[in-house]
């Protein structure tokens, strides 16, 4: 690393409310390869994007807060470009000195990022010798900064992609049993996939949220005004039906919060999921779905959660959430292993001062949920070692050559692989920032 520099692609992608920082946890995992990088005789180059300005420079998602979050967390000043290209940043990247660092404006503020312009991507590879991508959160996206690099520079993967990659293997490939997945967030579409991919794998499966609210609908229940889709009653039914066949229990909540509307102040009570009433909203999990989860849950090994349980920004509609943070807790404090993905769900834990408890917390939402499904993430495809599908594309692997800068090892042209469309992950249209986004 001593001299190099390295172009690291990470996910500062963070909640902002009023321009503050909620939840810091993905700048606090990039911590790891920033400063082995720094501590490696390195300077550094980081890239992120925050939220989707969608190609235009958007004030409230410049990432000055990340940066200055970050200067906190590793003592070291963290300066910030205007832009993540032009003059002024070319200028400020000569300046780096080993150990120093640096980070680009958003890459969103460019449209090339997303459509994964060869030209963008190119500019931003000028800025690097190698490339690291340790941006676990966008590894699911085909980006510029997190695939088109990849062409012009060698390409690595980071301490978290590796701890990410590790922990949620091991949950796929050798899971202590029993094993339990608990799916909530509001929708099934997006996770019909996953869904499938996961009674494959456990024992039982847990549904809360607006996910729970189209299953039962499907095994024959109406939920009234409350969140479900109609068009996944289908897909949630060849869902039942297939654990059925494979004899894994699923979990459907036996009582709910209902509320007059989904807002703060309204009225609510609990009553039985055979009974939900016609003009109310299922907002939350009752007491007795607790209590069934609980029990559910008192023999399981291996447990993944990824999704509240209910209508998690509204505090009295967090209950079920926050009770199956604790129960969570529990079982890590036995022993088990439990792995939680997901804004909220870690919300909720951290609210509560337990989240150190579990085996692991991704960092990841969407990309954690595609991960398990099986499917490849371009993220991570892209980097030699891990195999890239993307080494069928006509791409030219030439790393730019700068005054001054040792030109980078040509990467050698590889076995080609089937082809995965990047293009579909991009266009999900999911839930964002919510659970599973
Ligand atoms: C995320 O939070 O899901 C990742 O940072 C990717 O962001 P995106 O969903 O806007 O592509
Ligand atoms: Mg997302």
Do not use: C
């Amino acid at each position: 690393m001593q001299g190099q520099r390295v172009l690291l692609r990470v996910d500062f992608n963070v909640p902002l409310s009023d321009g503050k920082i909620v939840d810091d946890s993905r700048i606090r995992a990039a911590v790891p390869t920033i400063k082995a990088l720094l501590d490696g005789g390195a300077s550094v180059v980081i890239m992120s994007h925050l939220g989707r300005p969608d190609g235009r420079v958007v004030d409230g998602l410049r990432l000055r807060p990340a940066a200055e979050r970050l200067t906190q967390l590793i003592r070291v000043n963290v300066p910030t470009t205007g832009d993540a290209l032009g003059v002024g940043t070319d200028d400020a990247v000569r300046r780096l000195r080993p150990g120093e660092l640096l980070l680009l404006e958003n890459v969103r503020f460019h449209a090339g990022e997303e459509r994964n312009d060869p030209a963008f991507a190119e500019r931003l590879a000028s800025y690097g010798d190698v490339f690291v991508n340790d941006a676990f959160g966008a590894a699911h996206r085909a980006h510029a900064s997190t695939v088109g690099v990849a062409a012009y520079l060698p390409s690595y993967v980071g301490l978290l992609m590796e701890q990410e990659v590790e922990a949620l293997s091991n949950l796929l490939d050798k899971p202590a049993r029993p094993f339990a997945a608990i799916v909530g967030g509001g929708k099934v579409s997006g996770k019909v996939a996953v869904l499938e991919a996961l009674i494959k794998k456990v024992d039982l499966l847990i549904l809360g949220g607006g996910v729970a609210n189209t299953f039962l609908v499907a095994s024959g229940r109406s939920v009234g005004k409350s969140l479900y889709e109609s068009k996944m009653v289908d897909d949630a039914r060849r869902i039942l039906k297939l654990a059925q066949d494979r004899g894994v229990r699923v979990l459907l909540p036996v009582d709910g919060v209902v509320a007059k509307e989904v807002t703060r102040g309204t009225e609510f009570k609990v009553v039985s999921t055979d009974k939900l009433p016609a003009s109310w909203h299922m907002v939350d999990l009752g007491p007795a779905s607790i209590t069934a989860i609980r029990e559910a849950l008192a023999p399981i090994k291996t447990i993944l959660w990824n999704g509240p349980l209910g209508v998690f920004e509204i505090p009295s509609f967090a209950v079920a959430t926050r009770e199956l943070a604790k129960v969570a807790a529990e079982k890590a404090d036995d022993g088990a292993t439990v792995v939680v993905g997901g804004g909220d769900s870690i919300a909720a834990l951290k609210q509560l001062g337990i989240a150190e408890k579990m085996t692991h917390l991704s960092t990841g939402g969407g990309a954690s949920l595609e991960f398990l499904e099986g499917r490849d993430l371009p993220g991570l495809a892209v980097v030699p070692t891990a195999g890239s599908p993307y080494e069928t594309l006509p791409i030219v692997y030439v790393a730019p050559v700068k005054p001054g800068s040792k030109p980078a090892p040509k990467r050698a042209p590889a076995k080609p692989k089937p082809a995965i469309k990047p293009s579909t992950l991009d266009d999900e249209g999911d839930e964002e920032s919510g659970d599973l986004a």
